[in-house]
């Protein structure tokens, strides 16, 4: 593609969520000068102030990529007319993709509002409502590929740029991201040509696949949580008795926590392989713990604190087999580019 | 009642706003965000560990208040290695985040997004040197990659934990973190003194920059000797005391429209707050009754230059600018860098920066593949 020719036009949006997947996206562009040769953003009301009003004489928009959960009206409506103006939409970030931590909200119910909020009155508008629980986006309406991470780290968030906007224009760069992906969308990444639409710019393994902790023997014989002392031997953490998620956490990030001391907390989802990622950390757990005494094993069940928000900490709405709303990612043909 | 509303809030959705409101003699101040909310709920039953994470929702500095709140309330101190990267990560996060912030003011003019690319304009004539651009997403890359060190993850740390940090620094850390420092510390001051001679110079000829900040004194924290260190605004060190005699020495003046407390030295009591020629603007009388020196003057030689420059005025406005602002400063480099001599020649030497260093564990294997000396992805800068 000629650079400058016939740029593509680019939406970014946060609903729900910290706006750190827009500061990893302003990031990238610190990394990769080119990326205004061939995208042109024409909505970031975070960045640019764009107002919503902008949209509308924008015509269609080539690519939007969302960031946060669905938690408000507002962020309803806003996924709602982007799905509609955009040809490809573009979950990014553990919220737009999973819900994220916002979806930890569904687990409590919404308690009162601060003694400090003042009345609705015309001055003080009142706040979008919330909607009965947190939704992923691809529960409100199609996605077409999804970007995981909190954040997404800058390689995949560039490999998923160069794929759906630059359509491989500048491959050069794409070694780490490319050997993480999964084959067919490297190798669309590396021919110019789009992805299979329900992609995801992750591996297809678990972190443990890369993370670069020593696994010697999984034997679980006590629960640890993150203040207490370990021992740092560069040993795997979940053998170390740490509740580490990669062994149900699809790969992608490279073990970052993992490698500075944290456990995994599971920002990239479950791997394809996985129906529920919650069961299977109860399965990898419970299989490996070096006690046959049921007394034993219940003195360490009872160790375990808050296995709901730790398993699915950051996929409750969207993975959870009890709790998930369906969505739909990359099966629609409306809105075909 | 009177009620102050803050709106629109950048960076947030309508109908996010403050809201201020005295009634009664007491204020009450209302932040109205769309989202996320409500934290608290999702707060509710998580472990406490759990929370320098959760928080980080709203900013990457609450990662770092939550684990200061659990270190509290687990009534554990950290050890010193641990409170030395966690005030790194912050510098470094606060760096990050201003540069940032500063890159994007400076280039307001236009949409950095729209043309061209960004680093700077190369292509595109600009008001300010595109090297000078070039330059902050550098030493923004050099911030970003302490951050990594320090916090484990280019954004939203992990590292801090109750009690301490989940992590060790080896040598060639220590090192990296060392060349960064340095790079970005004196990018720093030359940024600064750019700002100084030409954006705030412009600024008053212009008259949207009527005010002029006086030489700034500090207080701070000299951790080895546990003492405070009160220095003028040349940086001059005014004098010492001990944590307890703190209050001895520093008051503390609340007003009513702010939570937040005004500090000033008890000797030379409360200066009260003077109004600026800026409407709604004010500035605590002569920095906080501290001994605020008066701003020395320039060399002579660049008092005169500044006297040229300003005869130049700035590159002109429109249509113009892009027509010959690549030779406007073509033209200004020469003078600039005669300029940045003189100041160099007449300015004290600046002390370089002292790095403690702290039992770094056993040897392991290399963090990083580049040479310390190598500065960036963008190629060596051994000058730094």
Not at chain 1, 62 to 81: H, I, L, S
Not at chain 1, 85 to 98: D, E, H, N, R, T
Not at chain 1, 180 to 209: H, I, N, Q, T, Y
Request: one cysteine or more.
């Amino acid at each position: 593609m000629k650079q400058g020719a016939n740029k593509k036009k680019v939406a970014v949006y946060t609903a729900t969520g910290c706006r750190t997947c827009e500061h990893a996206m302003v990031d990238l562009h610190y990394e990769v000068n080119p990326l205004t040769h061939w995208a042109e953003v024409v909505f970031w009301p975070y960045l640019l102030g764009s107002a919503w009003e902008d949209l509308n004489g924008e015509g269609r928009v080539d690519v939007c990529f969302f960031a946060g959960a669905v938690q408000t009206a507002d962020d309803q409506a806003a996924a709602v007319r982007l799905r509609d103006k955009s040809q490809i939409l573009v979950a990014v970030g553990a919220c737009a993709a999973f819900g994220g931590l916002p979806g930890l909200a569904n687990l409590s119910p919404a308690g009162p509002e601060p003694e400090a909020a003042p009345e609705p009155s015309p001055e003080m508008p009142p706040l979008p409502p919330l909607l009965p629980k947190v939704l992923a986006l691809g529960s409100v309406v199609p996605v077409d590929y999804v970007v995981p991470g909190c954040p997404p780290t800058p390689p995949l968030l560039w490999a998923a740029f160069q794929a759906v906007a630059g359509l491989g224009t500048a491959p050069a760069r794409l070694g780490y991201a490319a050997s993480r992906l999964p084959g067919p969308v490297a190798e669309a990444l590396a021919a110019g040509l789009l992805p299979p639409r329900g992609s995801v710019f992750a591996g297809d393994k678990a972190v443990c696949a890369s993370c670069s902790r020593v696994k010697e023997e999984k034997l679980f014989r006590r629960v640890l949580r993150p203040y207490q002392a370990y021992e740092e031997s560069g040993r795997c953490l979940l053998e170390q008795g740490l509740i580490c998620q990669g062994v149900a956490t699809r790969e992608g990030c490279g073990g970052l926590c993992t490698a500075v001391g944290v456990p995994c907390r599971g920002c990239f989802g479950k791997p394809p392989a996985i129906v529920d990622p919650g069961a299977k950390m109860v399965a990898a757990i419970s299989s490996t713990i070096d006690s046959s005494d049921a007394e034993e094993i219940a003195c360490l069940a009872e160790d375990f604190v808050d296995l709901a928000g730790t398993f699915y900490r950051y996929l409750l709405p969207s993975q959870c087999l009890l709790m998930a709303t369906p969505m739909t990612v990359g099966k629609h043909e409306d809105h075909n580019p | 009642m009177k009620t102050i509303t803050l709106e629109c809030l950048r960076g947030l959705e309508a109908p996010a706003r403050v809201a201020i409101r005295r009634q009664n003699g007491r204020c009450q101040a209302y932040l109205q965000t769309t989202s996320p909310r409500p934290l608290a709920q999702l707060c509710r039953r998580r472990p406490v560990e759990e929370l320098p994470r959760l928080v980080t929702l709203l900013s990457p500095a609450h990662h770092l208040a939550a684990a200061l709140a659990l270190d509290r309330l687990g009534e554990v101190t950290p050890p010193e290695m641990a409170q030395n990267m966690r005030e790194g990560l912050r510098l470094a996060l606060t760096y990050r985040r201003h540069l940032r912030k500063l890159y994007f003011l400076l280039l307001a003019w236009e949409n950095p997004w729209a043309n061209g690319d960004s680093l700077g304009s190369r292509r595109r004539s600009h008001t300010f040197p595109p090297r000078l651009m070039d330059d902050a997403w550098r030493h923004l890359s050099l911030a970003q990659e302490a951050v990594a060190i320090l916090g484990g993850r280019f954004d939203h740390p992990v590292t801090a934990v109750a009690g301490g940090v989940s992590r060790f620094l080896k040598e060639e850390h220590y090192a990296r973190l060392a060349v960064i420092a340095g790079a970005c510390r004196d990018f720093a001051l030359s940024f600064s003194d750019f700002l100084a001679s030409q954006v705030f110079l412009w600024g008053r000829e212009e008259g949207w920059l009527a005010a002029e900040l006086p030489p700034l004194p500090s207080l701070t924290l000299s951790t080895p000797e546990e003492q405070f260190v009160r220095r003028d605004g040349r940086g001059q060190e005014q004098e010492r005391f001990t944590a307890p005699a703190l209050w001895e020495k520093v008051g503390r003046h609340q007003e009513p429209w702010t939570y937040e407390d005004f500090a000033y030295f008890r000797e030379q009591g409360w200066q009260h707050l003077e109004p600026t020629s800026v409407d709604h603007l004010f500035a605590v009388g002569r920095c906080p009754g501290s001994t605020a020196a008066p701003r020395p003057a320039p060399p002579p030689r660049l008092a005169r230059w500044n006297a040229s420059a300003a005869s130049w005025g700035r590159c002109p406005a429109g249509s113009w600018r892009r027509r010959i602002g690549p030779s406007w400063w073509t033209s200004c480099r020469p003078l600039n860098r005669w300029s940045s001599s003189i100041h160099r020649r007449s300015s004290p030497a600046r002390p370089s920066a002292t790095y403690r260093r702290v039992g770094a564990g056993r040897p392991r294997r290399s963090w990083s593949r580049r040479p310390a000396g190598s500065l960036s992805r963008f190629g060596s800068t051994s000058g730094a």
